[in-house]
């Protein structure tokens, strides 16, 4: 089970890294959305108002002996500057399938500023034909 903190207006978010099904693939995979209560906020109150989804450039995949290392910057075209982002990594087969995915953190990402970012993956990464990034706030409101 993974609680996402926060999903920001116009966001697309994925997260990745926290199943382990001991090499088998699972029957079924769920996702729900849960009712958040008192948390709930419009658009307009949410900070920061006016959010703009974070851009991914320079995606790089790093394959070494021990894993892979998958790096590249991330921009936030945002007044605002955040303390921390999680940063997942969803690979896919040649089908685009799910395969598997990775997350990993930046800790202080300037408002109008950009910082790199490197997402490890815990041993050998199966064999993919394509690996996406997503990148979202993650910090209690």
């Known amino acids: 089970e ?4 926060r999903i920001m ?12 099904p ?3 693939i699972p029957f ?14 419009p658009e307009d109150q949410i900070n920061p108002v006016g959010f703009k989804p974070f851009e991914m450039i320079g995606l790089q995949a790093n394959k070494s002996d021990f894993g892979t290392s998958f790096t590249g910057e991330i921009i936030n075209h ?4 955040f303390s921390q982002i999680a940063v997942s990594i969803i690979l896919r087969d040649i089908s685009s399938k799910l395969i598997v995915g990775y997350t990993g953190f930046v800790n202080q990402l300037p408002a109008n500023g950009k910082a790199p970012f490197e997402v490890d993956s815990l041993g050998k990464v199966p064999e993919y034909a394509s690996f996406e990034v997503y990148a979202q706030p993650w910090e209690m409101l």
């Not at 993974?2 to 903190?5: C, D, E, G, S, Y």
């Not at 945002?78 to 500057?81: D, I, K, L, S």
């Open 9 to 20: 207006p116009g966001e697309t978010i994925a997260w990745g890294g926290q199943a382990n």
């Open 28 to 41: 079924m995979v769920e996702f729900e959305v849960l009712d958040p209560g008192n948390k709930w906020m």
């Open 78 to 81: 945002n007044e605002t500057t």
């Open 22 to 24: 001991n090499g088998k």
């Open 2 to 5: 993974q609680i996402l903190f």
